[in-house]
């Protein structure tokens, strides 16, 4: 009868181990679930609010650094045609945004350079009245594009245009952040006008290589010319018609920074017509000066060449 208690007693401290080992498991394996699910909710909070202000904060960098890129091809453009300073200058453009090491890859962006004409294009007309032979002018005015496809910070399209850099943000209006030359002030009994065409050529051609690519200006040709040298003693001082036309796919961007430039010259706005697009950006914009004292033009050939091993 004894024998048969303790073999019981045995038998059930035995099942009482057991369970208690068993326990210990399942409280162990519930205890990694648990590390693993707040793992990845704390990961999956990072990807989702850490990620995106990172990526933005690489983003709007890149978009400084095109900016400034732009801004200085412009420079070395201007200082090409106004000088002739070095025939050749070559600008460094940065093609990607930075990334997140291992969660976030690169922005990926593009530089393209489309030839003018068509409808990109600008003409300049001076003339000094009956009798006299007009000055006329015509540039093909090709653009250096430069695409960036932002995925967390707001897409944007930089373009150079006729020493124009012109800033293109998704689902705004373009406007231009850097002045070409287009210098117009009046004084009473006194109207100057100072401006710039650029002839601007180039193969057409795009890339979109990671890292660093080249834009190169090469200037080909140069002048400046003055109402003086044109007409001769009657262009010291006379009275000129002045018309200026410029078809560009950002019309709009040069209507409103021509509107401008007379809104602070002092002309009197009978002194000047001003039309552009009437529906859209496209289109032609189109400037007539009715009486400009003195003019003058630098007018210059540029060539651009976009990426290594095509200068």
């Known amino acids: 009868m004894g024998g048969s208690n303790l073999a019981r007693e045995r038998r059930r401290y ?3 181990r057991h369970l208690r080992r068993s326990r210990r498991g399942v409280a162990t394996v519930i205890g990694a679930l648990l590390v ?4 990845f909710t704390i990961f999956g909070v990072f990807l989702t609010q850490t990620i995106p202000v990172w990526m933005g904060q690489n983003e709007t960098s890149w978009i400084n650094s095109g900016e400034m890129s732009m801004a200085s091809f412009k420079a070395d ?3 090409q045609y106004s000088l002739g300073a070095s025939p050749v200058y070559s600008v460094p453009f940065s093609l990607s945004s930075s990334g997140v090491p291992v969660l976030a890859s690169p922005t990926q962006g593009s530089l393209v350079f489309t030839g003018g004409g068509g409808t990109s294009y600008a003409n300049l007309t001076i003339s ?3 009798g006299s032979v007009s000055y006329v002018q015509n540039v093909s005015t090709g653009t250096l594009t430069m695409n960036l496809p932002n995925r967390y910070a707001s897409p944007e399209t930089l373009a150079f245009q006729n020493d124009a850099v012109i800033r293109v943000p998704s689902g705004a209006g373009p406007t231009i ?3 070409p030359l287009f210098s117009l002030r009046h004084v009473p009994g006194n109207t100057s006008l100072a401006l710039v065409l650029l002839n601007t050529v180039g193969a057409q051609r795009s890339t979109s290589a990671p890292g660093t690519q080249p834009v190169t200006s090469t200037l080909l040709a140069r002048s400046v ?3 003086q040298g044109l007409f001769g003693a009657n262009g010291s001082a006379g009275s000129f018609g ?3 036309r410029i078809g560009s796919v950002y019309a709009c961007a040069w209507e409103a920074y021509l509107a401008n430039a007379l809104s602070v010259s002092g002309i009197a706005p009978g002194g000047y017509t001003l039309s552009g697009p009437t529906a859209g950006c496209a289109g032609t ?6 009486s400009v004292s003195f003019c003058t033009l630098y007018l210059a050939e540029i060539d651009i060449a976009v990426g290594s091993g095509s200068a």
């Open 14 to 16: 035995r099942r009482f």
């Open 177 to 179: 952040a850097f002045s």
């Open 128 to 130: 000094a009245g009956a």
């Open 225 to 227: 010319i003055t109402t």
């Open 242 to 244: 002045v018309t200026l």
């Open 285 to 290: 914009v189109l400037l007539t000066l009715t």
């Open 77 to 79: 453009v201007d200082l």
């Open 36 to 39: 693993v699910v707040i793992f």
